[in-house]
């Protein structure tokens, strides 16, 4: 259902798309093709007339497509993951590093002595306020790795996933096949970060968009989100 949101005086339209339950292997473009062009030519007045219209593409889908989610039972986390993940925040807006599994996957992914040192530096730093330390030290975006949670759409409530590769890339791919901006997006109940944009994208107005997470968290299958400035607001 779409939804508008005013940021400095201008509003904007975010049309989220439901889709199909994405399995691994499967392409973008393919998914573009199926469910963005047909709601573009719909709307192909507002959007192609507005000075700011883009696609936001949730970085869940495109690891998927990745295949860079796994099943919880197949992840066999080793002696760090397991101590590591004894000293994680929890919150109630997914698993993120809070169990050994997806400790394992940032290990994986960013290397052992990445993730030490991480922890060494959020040790040290957090006493002094300073937040998100671990996660920046870490990089390869793992702040976008999770894990299994009771609200997840099956099969993906017993996966852990990691990051998606090349976001960057995977942006400007869609942008120069369509004309259209793209950004990846991890946006939760907590905020939102854009792992990966093209040209044309604003990242910080990307994020006052998508602060409310109007793609969901739980079951409304709406990966992809079309974006636009209201034509009645362009100047």
């Known amino acids: 259902m779409k939804s508008e949101i005013e940021i400095n005086g201008r509003k904007y339209q975010r049309l989220p798309i439901r889709t199909h339950i994405i399995m691994p292997g499967e392409s973008l473009f393919d998914l573009v093709e199926k469910y963005v062009m047909s709601e573009i030519q719909h709307s192909e007045f507002i959007i192609h007339n507005s000075e700011i219209a883009f696609l936001a593409i949730s970085e869940k889908i495109v690891a998927i497509m990745q295949d860079r989610s796994f099943p919880i039972k197949d992840i066999k986390a080793g002696f760090w993951a397991r101590l590591l993940?004894?000293?994680?925040?929890?919150?109630?807006?997914?698993?993120?590093?809070?169990?050994?599994?997806t400790m394992q996957l940032a290990i994986s992914e960013a290397g052992l002595f990445r993730i030490l040192l991480a922890?060494?530096?959020?040790?040290?730093?957090?006493?002094?306020g300073f937040k998100g330390i671990f996660y920046r030290a870490a990089g390869h975006n793992i702040n976008a790795i999770d894990g299994p949670t009771s609200?997840?759409?099956?099969?993906y409530n017993t996966y852990a996933k990691l990051p998606p590769l090349n976001p960057v890339k995977v942006?400007?791919?869609i942008f120069e096949k369509y004309n259209l901006p793209c950004?990846?997006?991890?946006?939760?109940?907590?905020?939102?970060?854009?792992?990966?944009?093209?040209?044309?994208?604003?990242v910080e107005l990307v994020k006052?968009?998508?602060?409310?997470?109007?793609l969901g968290q739980t079951n409304e299958q709406t990966p992809l989100c079309l974006v636009w400035q209201k034509v009645g607001d362009i100047l």
Do not use: C, M, Q
Request: net charge neutral; aromatic share 8%; proline share 8%.
């Open 119 to 128: 922890s060494f530096l959020s040790a040290i730093t957090k006493p002094l």
């Open 85 to 101: 993940v004894k000293f994680v925040h929890k919150t109630s807006s997914g698993i993120g590093l809070g169990i050994p599994e």
């Open 208 to 214: 006052k968009i998508f602060r409310d997470n109007p």
């Open 171 to 173: 942006a400007r791919e």
């Open 183 to 202: 950004a990846i997006i991890d946006a939760n109940d907590l905020g939102v970060n854009v792992l990966g944009w093209s040209e044309k994208i604003e």
């Open 151 to 155: 609200y997840t759409l099956p099969p």
